[in-house]
């Protein structure tokens, strides 16, 4: 019985927020739910290795996004190495000088990546702010560059979105909207949140039990309700 519209689809990652705050299942009408978008999925997944360091599913996601020059093959080198060597496909990236035919360019990617991981997990034992730390590492990694190259014509805009806005720049957007409510969840004065308990919050099914309706809120623009 109940529904929230809006304006711009801009304004819905508030509600969503809030909501996913208070526990409150809903459904996104017309238009794709924050947490849904790939580039919040990607970022969730780099932060997730950050502080799961055995989480091969993240880990995996992220290897070579941005593109580090990892390809199918090196990925291949290094599944028969850990098997061989009886380590996790995750700690074995961090062994590559111990393997054979790996290329250079390869190599230092993982470093790269490797590097930046240890960066934010120190940073995060040093009492750091989490934002802070959240935001340097996914600057860090590449994500935020290589969502702002994307092309201002890639994708067109739908109805109520922005149109002054990029798809770039409104992907990245989107994940900085993630680090604001990892600041907001983690300073709070009751209760202030881990990362860990921050990215097990964004990762709730807020969608409600059965068929999606009954006792979930509909949030929709205007333009989509009609």
């Not at 996601?61 to 496909?89: C, M, Q």
């Not at 961090?94 to 790269?112: F, H, N, Q, T």
């Amino acid at each position: 019985d109940a529904a929230v519209l809006y304006r711009s689809n801009l304004q819905a990652a508030a509600i969503e927020e809030e909501f996913r705050s208070e526990g409150i299942p809903y459904r996104l009408l017309g238009g794709t739910e924050l947490f849904d978008r790939k580039e919040v999925k990607d970022a969730i997944a780099y932060l997730r290795t950050v502080v799961h360091p055995q989480d091969e599913l993240a880990f995996r996601r992220v290897l070579n996004y941005p593109a580090r020059g990892i390809g199918d093959a090196t990925i291949e080198r290094v599944e028969r190495w850990d098997l061989v060597h009886r380590v996790s496909f995750v700690k074995a990236w961090s062994r590559l000088d111990e393997m054979d035919d790996i290329p250079d360019v390869a190599e230092r990617g993982a470093r790269k990546l490797t590097g930046e991981i240890e960066k934010a997990r120190l940073g995060i034992s040093a009492g750091e702010p989490l934002a802070e730390v959240a935001k340097a590492f996914l600057v860090g990694v590449g994500l935020q560059a290589e969502l702002l190259a994307e092309s201002a014509s890639d994708k067109a805009a739908k109805p109520g979105d922005e149109p002054t806005v990029s798809p770039g720049q409104r992907r990245w957007n989107n994940v900085e909207f993630i680090i604001r409510m990892i600041e907001k969840w983690s300073t709070r004065t009751e209760n202030p949140l881990s990362l860990t308990q921050i990215l097990q919050r964004m990762a709730l099914d807020m969608s409600s039990a059965d068929d999606g309706r009954d006792n979930t809120v509909t949030l929709s623009t205007l333009h989509s309700a009609k």
